[in-house]
């Protein structure tokens, strides 16, 4: 069964950074694109970034374009968000999320995954 296990959320002033984990374990972590989702209170859940299961190529929506970065280590089951020059608008649950089927490129599309973590919250105060 694929677990997704989040941790690295917090309370930061704007203007700040976090970094975010997500550790799989379950299947062969390094098969299989990784993504990050975030949901606002009383909003959708949306896409933020994704990274391919071979790591060269990564995908985020335009609103963190140039301030967050996913990485992953296969060796550790790890993908990673760097975020930085946070805003108060980013201040959502974070959620670690993958598809079900092995070697896709990755997906914006939050319907499309199929396992997510349990989410972790992060607050940015103005």
């Known amino acids: 069964q694929v677990q997704l296990v989040e941790s690295g959320g917090g309370l930061v002033q704007a203007g700040g950074s976090l970094r975010l984990s997500c550790t799989a374990s379950g299947r062969t972590f390094s098969k299989y694109a990784m993504g990050w989702c975030r949901q606002a209170p009383g909003k959708e859940r949306e896409f933020v970034a994704a990274?391919?299961?071979?790591?060269?190529?990564?995908y985020y929506t335009a609103s963190v374009e140039g301030r967050f970065t996913i990485s992953r280590d296969n060796a550790k089951n790890t993908v990673y968000l760097q975020m930085n020059s946070l805003k108060p608008e980013d201040t959502a649950v974070y959620y670690c999320a993958a598809p079900e089927n092995p070697y896709s490129s990755g997906t914006d599309y939050p319907h499309e995954y199929h396992y997510w973590g349990q989410g972790t919250q992060v607050t940015v105060s103005s």
């Open positions: 990274i391919s299961w071979s790591g060269g190529d990564t």
